[in-house]
């Protein structure tokens, strides 16, 4: 069947599920179902989706549709997956980037298809949409159903990334140092400068530009080339400067300092920055005192 002519279903009305739905409307696929737990959100959804009806049921929205997806929480894809009779032919894709196409072992059973599709984003505001031009979608799934999988991904302007079924749990774990542990250092880095009598609006003012330039650099020298730090440097005195100044304002802020400077010596040899004898000096001093017992 055509990607064109696959009737698509919604089952999660949150932020992946409203992003798709819209996401695929936009690109000229039809979306035929939306049904979420609650009766309302699917309601507000459908009403944005030209042609889309709001379902009384998951069970309704798998019925009126070739290719579902189901947009629900991880620790909900197989409940909700396993509380629908899936008819042969169909399909049940879910969204999850760390979970295992076993999730789905209840409608593979009864002769659906089965699939993953993650989109390797950070989702905003619930409600709001979002574009997924050039990013990564994480596809799983046998060849017949991968191939509409990636159609449809690139219907969507993003790019297809295929992953052994075995390596989902990696890949997802993996991707949360470029996602969330960024916005959680972006927290670390106000919550230090809080100390200083620095606003978190001025904080982040400040560093915005700070980060938009490291992805830049990332995206036109790679990770080693867009390296600039005082490991890098080899700057040992200002280090030292750092781990005293972490010791006195938050001993948790200095382990975690340690840790990441740490990981940043060979990018910095691989940048062809920092001397070998250096870079032994500087692992030493950050490696003492990172086992407190």
């Given at each position: 069947m055509s990607v064109k002519r696959l009737k698509l279903g919604i089952i999660g009305a949150g932020r992946v599920g409203t992003?798709?739905?819209?996401?695929?409307?936009?690109?000229?696929?039809?979306?035929?179902?939306?049904?979420?737990r609650s009766a309302a959100s699917a309601r507000r959804l459908a009403r944005r989706v030209p042609g889309a009806l709001a379902c009384a049921s998951p069970q309704d929205?798998?019925?009126?549709?070739?290719?579902?997806?189901?947009t629900v929480p991880d620790d909900a894809i197989e409940a909700?997956?396993?509380?629908i009779r899936w008819r042969a032919g169909a399909a049940c894709v879910h969204c999850s980037g760390a979970g295992d196409l076993d999730l789905l072992r209840k409608p593979a059973a009864e002769g659906a298809q089965v699939g993953g599709f993650h989109p390797l984003r950070m989702f905003g505001e619930p409600g709001k949409s979002f574009d997924l031009h050039g990013c990564a979608v994480a596809i799983a799934g046998p060849h017949a159903l991968s191939g509409e999988l990636e159609r449809l991904a690139r219907a969507l302007g993003a790019r297809p990334l295929r992953l052994p079924e075995d390596g989902r749990a990696l890949y997802h774990a993996a991707a949360n140092f470029s996602g969330a542990f960024v916005v959680a250092l972006i927290a670390e880095t106000v919550t230090l400068w809080k100390k200083l009598g620095i606003s978190e609006a001025d904080a982040m003012r400040a560093l915005l530009p700070l980060l938009r330039g490291s992805v830049d650099n990332v995206e036109k020298l790679g990770a080693a080339g867009a390296l600039g730090s005082v490991v890098a440097r080899g700057d040992v005195g200002t280090i030292r400067r750092h781990l005293e100044a972490l010791a006195k304002a938050d001993p948790a802020s200095l382990d975690l300092y340690r840790m990441l400077s740490l990981r940043t010596v060979p990018l910095a040899?691989?940048?062809g920055t920092l001397r070998p004898a250096v870079a032994a000096e500087i692992a030493a001093l950050l490696k003492a005192g990172t086992s407190r017992q």
């Open positions: 992003g798709l739905a819209l996401g695929f409307a936009r690109a000229g696929r039809k979306v035929v179902a939306v049904a979420s929205a798998a019925d009126a549709a070739d290719l579902v997806f189901l909700v997956a396993s509380s040899i691989a940048k």
